[in-house]
T-cell receptor, first 117, second 113 residues
Framework: AQKITQTQPGMFVQEKEAVTLDCTYD???????LFWYKQPSSGEMIFLIY??????QNATEGRYSLNFQKARKSANLVISASQLGDSAMYFC??????????????FGPGTRLSVLP | DGGITQSPKYLFRKEGQNVTLSCEQN?????MYWYRQDPGQGLRLIYY???????QKGDIAEGYSVSREKKESFPLTVTSAQKNPTAFYLC????????????FGSGTRLTVV
């Protein structure tokens, strides 16, 4: 079975500093994708970044980067130069290629990030 | 622009009533999903549909029903059998193939009064 673990229920970071949100995963699929979503207080889920299991380089999207360590099964999100608007819930998610694609998109429990002025 | 539209944004239900949440997408995605989110919690899968006229139960389907008569539409009915329906409901869709992620709607907040 696939599983996502996010061990930090809440995190605080000072504005303009960098922060790392942890995500570890477990899967038997040989090929999979890892995703991070941001959910502000308004509720919508905003896609941030994607990492494929066979990608050689870590994914980056603007201030977001994904620290992918395949052997350790971790996919941590790094936010550089935090802004007040980064305060939100952040979800790590995974999708495997082999299993029934209706059921195989798994979410972690989320980390609430608060950016302090 | 392509996307997913959920309506209404806020919905109030009386005890014993059925209510239907709307989800429409114009992304030409085959697969559509309904998730429930309780305060401070992650997402739990209610139902999903891979193709028109077909849908499958997720982890917490009891007290809910869905239909998929059109590719663009995947409405969710919260029935009176759902004992604790107050929650935030998110609809999502994605392309059938490839390791692509979801596109989400903006959600419906359902409250029992």
């Amino acid at each position: 079975a696939q599983k996502i673990t996010q061990t930090q229920p809440g995190m605080f970071v000072q504005e303009k500093e960098a922060v790392t949100l942890d995500c570890t995963y477990d899967t038997s699929d040989p090929s999979y994708g890892l995703f991070w979503y941001k959910q502000p207080s308004s509720g919508e889920m905003i896609f941030l970044i994607y990492q494929g299991s066979y990608d050689q380089q870590n994914a980056t999207e603007g201030r977001y980067s994904l620290n992918f360590q395949k052997a350790r099964k971790s996919a941590n999100l790094v936010i550089s130069a935090s802004q007040l608007g980064d305060s939100a819930m952040y979800f790590c998610a995974m999708r495997g290629i082999l299993q029934n694609y209706g059921q195989n998109f798994v979410f972690g429990p989320g980390t609430r990030l608060s950016v302090l002025p | 622009d392509g996307g997913i539209t959920q309506s209404p944004k806020y919905l109030f239900r009386k005890e014993g009533q059925n209510v239907t949440l709307s989800c429409e997408q114009n992304l030409n995605h085959d697969a559509m999903y309904w998730y429930r989110q309780d305060p401070g919690q992650g997402l739990r899968l209610i139902y999903y549909s891979q193709i028109v006229n077909d849908f499958q139960k997720g982890d917490i389907a009891e007290g809910y029903s869905v239909s998929r008569e059109k590719k663009e539409s995947f409405p969710l009915t919260v029935t009176s059998a759902q004992k604790n329906p107050t929650a935030f409901y998110l609809c999502a869709s994605r392309a059938r193939t490839g390791l692509y992620g979801y596109t989400f709607g903006s959600g419906t907040r359902l409250t029992v009064v």
